[in-house]
């Protein structure tokens, strides 16, 4: 991240149907459910997010944008009790 804050989360997913997928990560509750339209994922799930020593609970709406063969652009909105607690968005390029 721009700060300096490295982080690293290891997805196992699963295709459910031609345009729906499920995934796991060790910090995240539950599976997460997403679901593909041409060259879009919409990624939902909720995730532990450390907080003053503990974790608490954040819903993610994530929608991935592949902008060609080597970059995606990943938009994460984040939600707790349904108010927005937080916006990040990522590229990834393939080497």
């Not at 539950?30 to 609970?57: C, D, M, R």
């Not at 652009?73 to 937080?86: H, P, Q």
Request: proline fraction near 2%.
């Amino acid at each position: 991240f721009n700060d300096g804050e490295k982080s690293q989360r290891i997805w196992t997913i699963t295709k459910q149907a031609p345009d729906r997928y499920s995934g796991r990560a060790a910090d995240v509750v539950g599976t997460a459910q997403g679901t593909v339209k041409g060259n879009v994922l919409n990624w939902q799930y909720v995730l532990q997010v450390p907080y003053k020593g503990s974790t608490i609970n954040v819903n993610f709406d994530d929608w991935m944008y592949l902008m060609n063969d080597k970059v995606l652009l990943n938009k994460a909105i984040m939600s707790k009790w349904g108010f927005k607690v937080g916006e990040v968005v990522i590229t990834f390029e393939k080497l």
